[in-house]
């Protein structure tokens, strides 16, 4: 099958830029040719590049700023804030009434400061941080109190069934692959998880650390409480790698900022009648559109997995107040559908 080369990378990667980058490499020895190895080889990616540590994000920021400019309107001189007060929120719930919405989920990503990123880390760098996540996850109490359990050794029925009821990552798709992120699989990886499976943490996937809050329901406020807590539990005892123009750093530009994903399981079968309509429809609203297992997967049942697009120069709590009014806007064009 081929496809149209359309990448964000493609379009920035100019003979300039090309020029400006040649025979620079980061602390963690990452290059240029690095960064775009899952665009060359995935000529349909939307991005198509990664970084391979925090420092590629000033060393070659010849190639990301742009990148980072077209994807989230952040410009070299934007700053970012970050505001996890669950207070800030407009609304309790995605979904006054509870019939639309399935399930709320909310996640973050961080690296830790001085490891390479998951393109770029080193077996040993990457067994060290899962040792420090895992050691600091086990001083959480109450309904953060949980255990972890290694990919390493997990037992195939267990493993499909975490990934089944959308608690786990899958092994990382062929973007992933392509940049690196997936090497040693699946030594150093693992889920830690609360007892109710509410509060959970993968290790060592695209990012060091995935930290998710999620339940059934439409309970926003209360998925985003917990999940503040369990960022500040964590900060406490980590360091994140952070910068104030791009907030949280992660090895895929979408990410940067918030590092955010907040998402609900929704139920539109008349608006799902026509994707590209509703993608439309989402982007208008600021908002993305997923199927319900996941990037690159498709809806089932008319259920789809909807979230903020932006992620960066915007705050955690006011792209939640985003997602809030978008899905409750979805919903009511959803009502008013024939
Ligand atoms: P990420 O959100 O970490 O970027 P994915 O889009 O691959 O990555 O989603 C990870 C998993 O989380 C998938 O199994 C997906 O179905 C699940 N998920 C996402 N949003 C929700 C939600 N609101 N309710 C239940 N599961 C969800
Ligand atoms: C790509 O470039 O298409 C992949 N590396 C995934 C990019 C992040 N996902 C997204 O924007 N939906």
């Known amino acids: 099958m081929s496809h149209e080369h359309k990448s964000l990378m493609k379009k920035h990667l100019t003979e300039e830029v090309k020029k400006k980058l040649k025979g620079v490499k980061t602390p963690h020895g ?107 996850l086990r001083e959480f109490d ?94 406490r005892q980590l360091q994140f790698a952070y910068s104030d123009h791009l907030g949280y750093l992660s090895s895929c530009p979408t990410n940067l900022g918030t590092a955010m994903r907040a998402s609900v399981h929704v139920k539109l079968p008349k608006l799902g009648k026509d994707e590209a309509r509703l993608k439309r429809i989402a982007k208008e609203l600021k908002l993305s559109v997923r199927g319900v297992d996941g990037e690159h997967s498709e809806s089932k049942g008319g259920v789809y997995d909807i979230s903020n697009k932006q992620r960066l120069g915007i705050s955690e709590a006011e792209a939640v107040n985003l997602l809030i009014r978008g899905v409750g806007t979805l919903i009511m064009l959803e009502k008013c559908e024939a």
């Open 142 to 235: 109450g309904d953060l109190a949980g255990t972890y359990y290694p990919l390493e050794g997990m037992d195939e029925a267990t493993r499909m069934k975490l990934v089944a009821d959308h608690f786990l990552f899958k092994k990382g798709d062929r973007f992933l692959e392509a940049g690196g992120a997936n090497r040693d699989w699946p030594e150093g990886r693992g889920i830690f998880h609360s007892a109710d499976k509410r509060f959970l943490v993968w290790v060592n996937e695209e990012d060091e650390l995935r930290i998710i809050s999620m339940q059934e329901g439409a309970n926003v406020r209360e998925v985003f409480s917990r999940l503040s807590r369990a960022i500040d539990m964590l900060q």
């Open 30 to 136: 990452f290059t240029v040719e690095d960064a775009i190895r899952s665009g060359v080889a995935n000529e349909d990616s939307s991005v198509g590049v990664y970084a391979g540590d925090e420092e590629s994000y000033t060393l070659l920021a010849p190639l990301f700023d742009p990148i980072i400019f077209e994807y989230h309107g952040h410009g070299v001189n934007d700053m970012h804030r970050a505001d996890l007060d669950a207070a800030k929120l407009e609304a309790d719930s995605l979904d006054p009434d509870g019939t639309y919405v399935v399930s709320t989920r909310i996640r973050v990503g961080r690296n830790l400061r001085g490891y390479g990123f998951a393109p770029a880390i080193t077996r040993e760098h990457r067994r060290e941080v899962e040792r420090r996540v895992v050691e600091s």
